[in-house]
């Protein structure tokens, strides 16, 4: 079978993987994405290893599969960024640059000394924390739009406190890649990051907030087929292009900007309908089946197990507690303080990135970087059913008082 069949064969299984499990686990009550999740799990090495049947023999249909899921997110991020509005956005700063904060610190610190007791010095217990400190709300910006929470204050804030947590997770790895004697350009290299990614952030704003929506206005009125989002897509990807390439940041967050300068368009829900079923139809199913296509928990020792085993834990207190105080002390409810902490817990692309460093550095073993893995998938799994968990209690306490 020619690599071409191949991958439509690889595509269709997947599609429809995920389809299946997010309507098995809708049907049972949960998001739909948890179902899908888990459809990569049973495809993965895990349990039937899709790509090691005898039918696929390229050697590059994985490498291919990633690049569509890469596609996935970075659409996915856009429609999140769509539905946010930014004068709520600007008024949650205190509350979500709070939470980016102590959702970076508390991972790193927690993470280090889970580390400290199986042996590791203590740059690689460190490194191990920072790896922990990477969230992805890639996850719960789904989540929250199946529930129909994503504009509310706690979702609004979630997002912008990744953003945040984004730029602080790539300065704390580089200045301690600089402290350690990695390859980050020193100190002056550190110092020239912080003014790339105050640049793009400044131009890609600039340009999401003012030129977006003009521009998509006149591109409305050309004689030309499906304009408009034809304009989407490839501003889209050119800010998430540019935002790895000149800022330094992840992808994703190019994505989401150009979500919100989409947004405040006239023709937003024009734009809406056309990238999301795009999205949904495609790129974002086969995106959270990829997640458990990385992942082989039969690969791990029984030691092994133990030490994913405690980083999966560490990785879900440290990051809800973290996020959840800082939301707290940005002036939220302990209840909405609890949804926005169990909002960050999800990791993603941002945390393998840094695990790959480390294990191209040797701060971390092959073995570690199969648990950061396992760790991502974990994380990924438990969010949605724990943030329907969570805005789920206050509902049933309305209708109760009613």
Known sequence: MSPFLQ???????????????????????????????LAGLVLGPTCVNLFGLP?????YLPENIQ??????????????????????????GRAAMLTGVCGVLFP?????????????????????????????????????????????REGITLLGAAVIDDVLVILVLSLFLALTGGEAGGLAGL???????????????????????????????????EGVTTLAIVLTFFLAWSAEVIGGVAAITGAFIAGVGFGRSSLRDDIYRGMHTMAYAFFVPVFFVSIGLTANARALTADAIVFTAV?????????AAGAGLGARWGGFTPAEALRVGVGMVSRGEVGLIVASVGLAGGLI????????????LFTTLVTPPLLRAAFARPAAEEVKDA
């Open 191 to 225: 110092v020239l990051l912080v003014l790339r990614m105050a640049l793009y952030l400044t131009g890609a704003l600039a340009l999401g907030l003012w030129v977006l929506p003009a521009l998509t206005r006149a591109v409305s009125r050309l004689p030309m087929s």
């Open 365 to 376: 073993t092959p073995d570690v970087f199969t648990a950061v893995v396992i760790m991502v």
């Open 311 to 319: 980083l999966c834990l560490v990785a879900l207190i440290s990051k």
């Open 67 to 92: 690049h569509l899921a890469e596609v996935g997110v970075i659409l996915l991020m856009f429609v999140a960024g769509l539905e946010i509005d930014l004068g709520q956005m600007a008024r949650s």
């Open 55 to 59: 039918v696929f023999s390229d050697a």
């Open 108 to 152: 790193i610190v927690l993470g280090a000394l889970a580390a400290w007791p199986f042996g590791f010095p203590w740059t690689h217990a460190l490194f191990l924390g920072i790896v922990l400190s990477a969230t992805s709300v890639s996850i719960s910006a789904q989540t929250l739009i199946e529930l129909g929470v994503l504009r509310r």
């Open 7 to 37: 991958f439509l064969l690889a595509v269709s299984v997947i599609v429809t993987a995920a389809k299946l499990g997010g309507l098995i686990s809708a049907r049972l009550g949960q998001p739909s994405v948890l179902g899908e999740l």
